[in-house]
């Protein structure tokens, strides 16, 4: 959530932070801004509501020259968008950035208003300029001023600040959330990820929780929470630009979902090879765990919760899956012999790296699947499983989600395989079935044209269910969730067996409901349930193998054919019409696909 971009440049550095803050678009935003000091030493600033395009227009009409500055792309928490609640924020000769939540801004405000310093906005940002201005007049340096305003934040916060007087210089502090320093030649630069700063530099440095970074064109003088001089490695960051453009795409979304073939393809040749598993039993163990507990946010949970079927299925250990924001506000006990998992494709999701360190040194393991290999949670984790996704900009998860499965899925396969609670010629079969994968995977996108045509009708709808059981119950809530997110649709998704109690109530000939059904064991089961459906005038989109919808019968409203799979990865290739539904239903309304409203990709505040 939010962007934050910082240039210290040998150009004027406007167009290249506009540039930037276009490649953090995928995070959600309602205003953008941008603050500069030219060569004289003044500091000025240009901030506009909505899209980045009406902040280039307003930089076209009235230009903001300076070879240093600092820009923003703000979501929203305190205050409405406005022009005056837009980052960045100024106090006297200091400007302002930030990413996160300050939890103690209305003692602040109060103190300062007693100083004579009143708040302009309703932002909880201002509050951190202001303090700085305060320490400023007392004669502190930028450095020292920084450093006395850091002492009385609580709270979450990526921070960057620039000053009146000092083209050459740049702050940043992190705590509790990202930021990262990219080193050129003669320039300096910093971003929320380096996906921001990928065209400017590949050598990146990733400040650590408590980090405050002094940067000059010459450097970055690094000081760690205590004040000491802390050595953080350079690290060379290669991304593939292409990745992060549409690349022909209407939107990314669409972009991301035709990309499923190859990035599960990656993932299975990474994972997968000559037959075994790549999971060192030297970093995961799974004959030393009695429990497994998964903890994610949004689609990773349901990832969690699918990926809950295969390891208690296929190797018979327990695993309990909490959502993230609620796990340890009821501080559950935690047994010997747990292995705890937390999945986040931004490895910086606030709730979740709040419950990876409330299990420090409770659990015997953490383990953390992940997108981005350097982020937070990847760090803090004692192995950190990549999901090679590649940079995923939709906010909708796609991609992401599909990899997580595949790895969840190795992993249970290696802890049945460890346990011996498998043959080899069953786990040979299931290999097998996961190398087919990426192929299905690509006859399912064939059914884009017919999940457009129901998606049509779809749009018309006011509320709509999804129904599955099994591994597929899981599925059915992340097509609900794809579907509200993008297109602003009320659905839910339940357990097809929980219809009866309760869910049945809302059918009538106006109710779509759209049944995951692949032919498992528990088809027979689901189509039951779909006729009770349709017994009430209950208009059902089928979706299953051909086979599958000449054994439902008629009196189906649409159907949807898939290729057919094996009942393991069903659950992986079924998110495909469940992305595609959800993405042509939204395009159907003209929504925003790719940044829905208030929705951001990587919320790093609670």
């Not at 993405?583 to 159907?588: D, E, G, I, N, S």
Request: contains cysteine; glycine residues 8%.
């Amino acid at each position: 959530m939010c962007g934050i971009v910082g240039v210290l440049g040998r150009h004027e550095v406007a167009p290249l932070i506009v540039e930037a803050l276009k490649r953090l678009e995928y995070r959600g935003y309602d205003s953008a801004g941008i603050a500069t000091v030219n060569e004289e030493g003044r500091l000025d600033r240009r901030r506009a509501v909505g899209k980045l395009v009406n902040l280039s227009d307003l930089l076209v009409h009235d230009p903001l020259p300076g070879k240093a500055g600092i820009g923003h792309t703000r979501w929203a928490t305190h205050g409405a968008p406005s022009l005056s609640n837009a980052h960045p924020h100024r106090a006297g000769p200091v400007a302002v950035v930030h990413n996160g939540i300050i939890e103690n801004f209305r003692e602040l405000r109060e103190e300062l208003a007693a100083a004579g310093l009143a708040c302009e906005t309703d932002t909880d940002t201002e509050t951190v300029a202001l303090m700085v201005q305060r320490f400023l007049a007392e004669s502190k340096s930028p450095l020292e001023a920084v450093r006395a305003t850091l002492a009385r934040l609580d709270g979450a916060f990526a921070l960057l600040f620039l000053f009146e007087g000092e083209a050459d210089l740049m702050i940043a502090a992190r705590k509790g959330s990202p930021l990262a320093i990219g080193h050129g030649e003669g320039e300096m630069f910093v971003g929320s990820d380096a996906i921001a700063l990928a065209p400017l530099t590949p050598r990146i440095t990733y400040l650590e929780e408590g980090d405050l970074a002094v940067i000059t064109r010459a450097g970055a003088e690094i000081l760690d929470a205590d004040g000491k001089r802390a050595n953080r490695p350079v690290k060379t960051v290669h991304l593939d630009a292409t990745r992060i453009e549409k690349g022909g795409y209407r939107h990314f979304m669409a972009k991301e979902i035709a990309e499923q073939p190859a990035v599960l393809g990656d993932a299975l040749s990474h994972y997968i090879t000559e037959g075994k598993i790549n999971i060192d039993s030297q970093y995961i163990d799974f004959t030393q765990y009695d429990r497994i507990i998964m903890v994610a946010c949004g689609t990773a949970f349901y990832a969690c919760l699918t990926a809950k079927y295969w390891f208690e299925q296929i190797a018979r250990i327990p695993v309990d899956v909490d959502v993230a924001s609620e796990f340890r506000y009821r501080e559950p006990p935690i047994a010997p012999r747990t292995l705890a998992v937390f999945v986040s494709q931004s490895g910086e999701t606030a709730d979740t790296l709040a419950a990876l360190r409330y299990c420090r040194g409770k659990a015997d393991r953490i383990a953390s699947v992940v997108n981005v290999a350097e982020s937070t949670i990847a760090r803090e984790s004692d192995i950190a499983l990549p999901i090679l996704a590649g940079v995923e900009v939709g906010v909708a998860s796609t991609k992401a989600f599909t990899c997580q499965l595949l790895v969840l899925l190795a992993m249970a396969l290696k802890a049945a395989e460890a346990r011996a609670e498998i043959t080899p010629e069953a786990l040979a079969a299931h290999l097998e079935d996961l190398r087919r994968l990426p192929g299905l995977m690509s006859h399912a996108l064939t059914v884009g044209p017919a999940a457009e045509a129901v998606a049509r009708r779809l749009s018309e709808s006011d509320d709509i269910l999804f129904l599955g059981r099994g591994a597929l119950f899981p599925l059915a809530l992340e097509g609900a969730l794809k579907l509200k997110e993008i297109s602003y649709i009320h659905a839910e998704g339940y357990a097809s067996g929980e219809l009866k109690h309760g869910p049945i109530a809302l059918i009538d000939e106006h109710m779509p409901v759209v049944v995951m059904a692949p032919r498992d064991a528990l088809f027979e089961k689901t189509v039951s349930n779909m006729q009770e459906v349709m017994a009430r005038g209950g208009r059902v989109l089928l979706i299953s193998d051909a086979r599958g919808i000449e054994t439902a019968g008629d009196g189906l409203w649409e159907s949807i054919a898939m290729p057919e799979t094996s009942p393991l990865t069903a659950p992986i290739l079924y998110a495909v019409p469940a992305q595609l539904l959800a993405y042509h239903t939204a395009v159907a309304k003209g929504t925003d696909v790719d940044q829905p409203r208030n929705l951001a990709k990587s919320v790093t505040v609670e």
